[in-house]
């Protein structure tokens, strides 16, 4: 089986999505599953110094990687297009990722022109938040180019059973199933030192460390975090806030305008993108893990913040009741006291706090690790081409 992965960009900068591209690639490697990536070489504000429209060998998959222009806040590819026109066909199925991308539309258009299935994952930017900041552009977006693709899908990936009620009230004609993001269980098994961490950042040695990892953005409810830990920073003056994430699109200096706001920047460490052995030590170093969203598919890093055995205070906009089912983490509405309170009760009882933290370890191991989630998303694609090939054996 061959299967084209479609995304706009997958540079670090853009977070858990390109990340959770290659990690669903590599998985379906070992279900002995053909996986090629195509993209774009944008990385956020600039491009990605890399070879140019020729494939790249990696770890269980190839990429091959596109020029763009970029047209205000939208990007385009004319030799990605090309392309796509041109070897769509030496595919048995696509799957593009992320909506409200041009690069994404050439590849929708010749699936249809060729009669090629495809799957469509929106990691999250068909919630209702999602679709409102600056609705009006993705409104005219949604109408004139994506409600069609969709439609015409062979399927909708949602990461979350939320995500899927969400999606539903959108009437749209092609079925979704659901399956979430994974981990590899290997890198969480033995986590770093965090002298590490703390070489790096030693204003945080000796703190009490609550950790923000995610993209400095809107939807991420910097907003909401600055007079939560404004609140807790008071009864716990060893409290020290992480995060960690990089800025893609200029908004730093909005988010930390919120701690200044609250007088509490001084007891804030704004690391920029942690990666590697840095970000499992910085995991090792925290005490809490902290997630106060107004809008996700389903997080990559609130996984980890449990595969680490933290206790983690997250929104419901995180689409994870599953983890509060479990009582496996602090499932919170999108509000500041609430944020707040979660926060305290972890600080005020790190007994129960580790208890949460080994039962969120336990529970992301039994049901995320990407082996599992391969095998799941082999299942949908061997389901799409057998209905596919017995259509085509009914209509000849």
């Not at 919170?332 to 949460?356: F, G, N, S, T």
């Amino acid at each position: 089986m061959r299967i084209l992965f479609v995304i706009p960009a997958i540079g670090d900068v853009y977070g858990g999505p390109s990340k959770t591209v290659i990690d669903l690639a590599q998985a379906l490697n070992h279900q002995e599953v053909t996986v090629d990536i195509v993209t774009t070489n944008a990385n956020g504000s600039s491009s990605l110094d890399i070879s140019l429209q020729k494939w790249l060998n990696k770890p269980g998959y190839r990429i091959q990687y596109f020029p763009y222009l970029s047209i205000r806040d939208y990007k385009w590819s004319t030799s990605f297009a090309n392309w796509l026109f041109r070897h769509v066909r030496d595919y048995d199925l696509v799957h593009s990722n992320a909506i409200f991308s041009l690069p994404n539309a050439p590849a929708h258009w010749a699936c249809q022109r060729y009669g090629i299935p495809y799957i469509m994952t929106p990691h999250g930017m068909l919630e209702p938040w999602a679709l409102s900041y600056k609705g009006w552009k993705k409104k005219l977006y949604y109408s004139l180019l994506e409600r069609p693709a969709l439609n015409r899908a062979s399927a909708i990936q949602t990461l979350a059973s939320a995500e899927a009620s969400h999606i539903q009230n959108l009437l749209l004609k092609s079925p979704m199933v659901v399956i979430p993001n994974g981990i590899h269980q290997q890198d969480f098994a033995n986590l770093p030192d965090p002298n590490f961490f703390y070489q790096s950042f030693p204003s945080t040695r000796g703190k009490t460390i609550l950790l923000f990892l995610g993209r400095i953005d809107p939807k991420k409810g910097l907003d909401l975090l600055a007079p939560a830990f404004a609140q807790i920073r008071s009864q716990f003056p060893s409290a020290h806030l992480v995060i960690a994430g990089p800025d893609n699109i200029g908004f730093l200096p909005t988010a930390q305008s919120y701690f200044a706001k609250e007088k509490c920047f001084d007891d804030v460490t704004f690391t920029g993108m942690l990666t590697g052995n840095l970000k499992l030590s910085a995991l090792a170093a925290a005490s809490v893990y902290v997630a106060p969203s107004y809008s996700e598919g389903f997080s990559v890093s609130v996984l980890e913040g449990m595969a680490s055995g933290l206790p983690c205070v997250i929104t419901t906009a995180c689409n994870f009741p599953e983890a509060a089912q479990a009582e496996a983490a602090h499932v919170v509405e999108i509000e500041v006291l609430a944020i707040a309170k979660a926060l305290r009760y972890c600080l005020h009882d790190p007994e129960a706090a580790q208890a949460i933290g080994k039962r969120a370890r336990q529970f992301v191991f039994q049901h995320y690790s990407w082996e599992n989630i391969g095998q799941q998303m082999l299942t949908v694609y061997q389901d799409i081409l057998l209905s596919r090939s017995k259509l085509v054996s009914t209509l000849n």
